[in-house]
């Protein structure tokens, strides 16, 4: 599969500061990408996805921004909670049905 | 109903055992996948099943032979394992990505294996 990096492996961040998980992937011909949350002794959960005809996303506290010309994705998280201490992944989704993951980043909010 | 059920949650087996992992959803998904996940890793592909047939087999070891008996359940068999092959073992399924366009995959909460 593709490589699909993450800047920063762990991120410790204050209760209701904003978070910015980032992502690099390196095949430009992928058109799809995903994140998601995965708690301890859980599966992955869907958070948010992008095509790679937008640049930016939005769900409920959540925003994702695509930036083609440099590979780039990153996951905001609006006024974080203590709930979203999770392990979170982007994927990347190359031609028909495959999910290749990055490296994933350790999110801990302080209470 | 959105969810991919797995069973057993946990299993503990030895190198010489035969043992299945099992997998269903009915949300009409055609595209099933299993991936592995070792601690603090991101999960791997190993294999993927579009309407059925396998189409992807990430070079995966002859000791996983995955089964896909009908549109709505996905076995992994394991047979002679190593200990190294000890992970969380995710079942994934999504809408086919080659006919209904690309969207997001649902995943269960694996099977935690454990060879000894």
């Known amino acids: 599969g593709e490589s699909v990096g993450l800047h920063l492996p762990t991120l410790s961040v204050q209760e209701g500061d904003n978070s910015i998980i980032n992502c690099a992937y390196s095949?430009?011909?992928?058109?799809?990408f995903i994140w998601y949350k995965q708690e301890s002794g859980k599966g992955p959960q869907f958070i948010i996805d992008i095509r790679s005809n937008m640049d930016k996303r939005q769900g409920q506290r959540v925003t994702v921004l695509l930036n083609k010309t440099v590979k780039h994705l990153s996951l905001q998280i609006a006024a974080t909670q203590p709930g979203d201490s999770a392990v979170y992944f982007c994927a990347e989704n190359l031609t028909g049905n495959q999910f290749y993951f990055g490296t994933g980043t350790s999110l801990t909010v302080i209470p | 109903d959105t969810e991919v059920t797995q069973t057993p949650k946990h299993l503990v087996m030895g190198m010489t055992n035969k043992k299945s992992l099992k997998c269903e959803q009915h949300m009409g998904h055609r595209a099933m996948y299993w991936y592995k996940q070792k601690a603090k890793k991101p999960p791997e592909l190993m294999f993927v099943?579009?309407?059925?047939?396998?189409?992807i087999n990430e070079s995966v070891p002859s000791r996983f032979s995955p089964e896909c008996p009908n549109s709505s359940l996905l076995n992994l068999h394991l047979h002679a394992l190593q200990p190294e092959d000890s992970a969380l073992y995710l079942c994934a399924s999504s809408q086919d990505g080659g006919r209904a366009g690309n969207t997001e995959a649902f995943f269960g909460q694996g099977t935690r294996l454990t060879v000894v």
């Open positions: 095949n430009s011909a992928s058109d799809y």
């Open positions: 099943y579009s309407y059925e047939k396998l189409s």
